[in-house]
């Protein structure tokens, strides 16, 4: 998860290189077009990793084809004009996030400004059977539109954030482990907001107790790797354990979670290099937070004064 951050912007009044571009990004085929003298296309985009996020305002025409999605998983939120299914079991909500459909569906687009999120189909499974400790599990999206009101809102903040907070600060982007965690937050809210197999899975079965000596190499291994792309399958490979197994002894013994005591370890590094920096020599609570993959500055800042007592800005000045 850890790939160099692309941007791009496409721009065109040529119905026929916009026509070839929709078919390129979004597999938009079997195109019936009607546009007016005043038609226009432009589309941003950036890719991280995995997921990619566009920006898309087809102006001055309306478009109904067949698209297809047998690769990603796309999530897209309409600001304005008109995205519509033609057909199929589910239809598009008009306002809020939607999941395009997996199987081939008839839509139709009209003075459209659309933000889509799409994420590769192949690392949303493994991230799903990463959280189930199941190798064999077999991720299947089953519907279109958010489990409830409140997770369409938990997925359209998680998104917000991204778009205004992450992708447009290149010097915060430019971490590996803050692309790798965004990727993974991502994933995350996406499986719990939209309906899917994973929601549907049996309750984690009791794991038999490990020995201690399993733990201490869990440990031993996230606080040798804190500057590092590290997962729930790399920390239970070193604990030589299951995922399952290595969450149930960070339950029992230590009262928390890998990836807690993965995001506390990473603080206490911030904690480190912020009271041994020198502020005069340009060094900021942001960049020092972003080396240890903290992105989000509100939620990093209350972390750190609910941990050391006071704002990071304190400890970097003292």
Request: one cysteine or more; charged letters at 20%; proline letters at 7%.
């Amino acid at each position: 998860m850890g790939d160099t951050v692309r941007r791009a912007v496409f721009t065109t009044r040529d119905p026929a290189q916009a026509l070839a571009k929709l078919d390129e990004v979004y597999a938009l085929r079997d195109v019936q077009w009607i546009t007016d003298g005043d038609f226009s296309m432009s589309l941003s985009s950036t890719d991280a990793g995995p997921a990619s996020y566009r920006r898309l305002r087809l102006g001055g025409s309306s478009v109904r084809g067949t698209t297809e999605y047998a690769e990603v998983v796309r999530i897209g939120h309409v600001l304005d004009g008109v995205l519509s299914t033609t057909g199929g079991p589910d239809r598009f909500p008009r306002r809020g996030p939607f999941l395009f459909p997996q199987l081939p569906c008839t839509s139709y687009w009209a003075d459209l400004d659309l933000f889509s999120v799409s994420v590769d189909g192949a690392a949303v499974a493994e991230q799903a059977r990463q959280l189930l400790g199941a190798d064999s599990f077999r991720l299947q999206f089953t519907g279109t539109r958010p489990v409830s009101p409140v997770m369409a809102r938990y997925w359209s903040s998680t998104v917000a954030h991204l778009r205004r907070d992450l992708l447009p600060n290149t010097q915060v982007m430019s971490s590996p482990l803050v692309r790798s965690e965004m990727t993974r937050s991502l994933i995350t809210a996406l499986l719990h907001t939209f309906p899917n197999t994973f929601l549907q899975d049996p309750p984690v079965p009791v794991v038999p107790a490990p020995r201690p000596a399993a733990l201490r190499r869990a440990v031993s291994f996230i606080d040798a790797n804190l500057s590092v792309d590290i997962g729930l399958p790399e920390i239970a490979a070193a604990a030589r354990l299951s995922p399952r197994g290595v969450q149930a002894a960070f339950r029992r013994e230590l009262h928390t979670t890998p990836f807690a005591y993965l995001r506390s370890a990473r603080l206490e590094a911030v904690h480190r290099d912020l009271m041994a920096a020198d502020p005069t020599t340009g060094v900021t609570v942001e960049a020092v937070a972003a080396r240890w993959g903290f992105a989000h500055r509100g939620r990093f800042a209350a972390a750190y004064r609910d941990t050391f007592g006071q704002a990071p800005s304190t400890t970097l000045h003292a």
